[in-house]
């Protein structure tokens, strides 16, 4: 079975300043996907960046990168540039990239407060 | 286009009553998940169906759990003789299946609280 863990519940950070999440994991697999999840007030879940485990290049999507460590299994979430609409809950995920079942293993989550 | 949709957005009942949530999945999305999301377990997997296949019930807490995807199409999350420890949010995601599963699209979820 997959683990996903997440061990700080809450980080706040200054406007404009940069924030990294972390997450760690657990896996006998090779082959899987990593995910972060922005979750705001509204509980829409939303995917803010995806990561193949056989790539070694990590993933950007503008102001969000990862820094995916596949020996430590770690996989982090740098926000650069805070902004305050980047308030919310963030989910680290896994996901096996083969096998019948597709399912999202989630960690506990972070509370990340932008100030202004 | 439309999203997922799920409905209600908010359903409060009365212990041991049951209730039903439903989800509307993207149009031509062949695969459906529903999550739990409580505070004490986190985000939790309860079912997955793809397709025709016979669906992934391994997430399901307990018998009086129960989910069915008509047409392929929406689906339907039964609770039996709720309880307190139900009490929670019910998230569904689709996909387009066995080629991108890992693009799923979740929807605003249905909070649910057993009084």
């Known amino acids: 079975a997959q683990t996903v863990t997440q061990s700080q519940p809450e980080m706040s950070v200054q406007e404009a300043e940069t924030v990294t999440l972390s997450c760690t994991y657990d896996?006998?697999?090779?082959?899987?996907?990593l995910f972060w999840y922005k979750q705001p007030p509204s509980r829409q879940m939303i995917l803010v960046i995806r990561?193949?485990?056989?790539?070694?290049q990590n993933a950007t999507e503008n102001r969000f990168s990862v820094n995916f460590q596949k020996a430590a299994k770690s996989f982090s979430l740098k926000i650069s540039d805070s902004q305050l609409g980047d308030t919310a809950m963030y989910f680290c995920?896994?996901?096996?990239?083969?096998?019948?079942?597709?399912?999202?293993?989630f960690g506990k989550g972070i509370t990340l407060s932008v100030r202004p | 286009g439309a999203g997922v949709s799920q409905s209600p957005s908010n359903k409060v009942t009365e212990k041991g009553k049951d209730v039903e949530l439903r989800c509307d999945p993207i149009?031509?999305?062949?695969?459906l998940y529903w999550y739990r999301q409580s505070l004490g377990q986190g985000l939790e997997f309860l079912i997955y169906?793809?397709?025709?296949?016979?669906?992934?019930k391994s997430g399901l807490p307990s018998d009086r759990f129960s989910a069915e995807r008509t047409g392929g199409s929406v689906s339907t999350l039964t609770i039996q003789r709720t309880q307190q420890e139900d009490s929670a949010v019910y998230l569904c995601?689709?996909?387009?299946?066995?080629?991108?599963?890992?693009?799923?699209?979740f929807g605003p979820g249905t909070r649910l609280t057993v009084t």
């Open positions: 149009s031509g999305h062949t695969a």
């Open positions: 995920a896994f996901m096996l990239s083969t096998g019948a079942n597709s399912k999202l293993t």
């Open positions: 896996t006998s697999e090779n082959n899987y996907y």
């Open positions: 169906f793809q397709g025709n296949s016979a669906p992934d």
């Open positions: 990561q193949e485990a056989y790539k070694q």
């Open positions: 995601a689709s996909s387009l299946g066995t080629l991108r599963t890992y693009e799923q699209y």
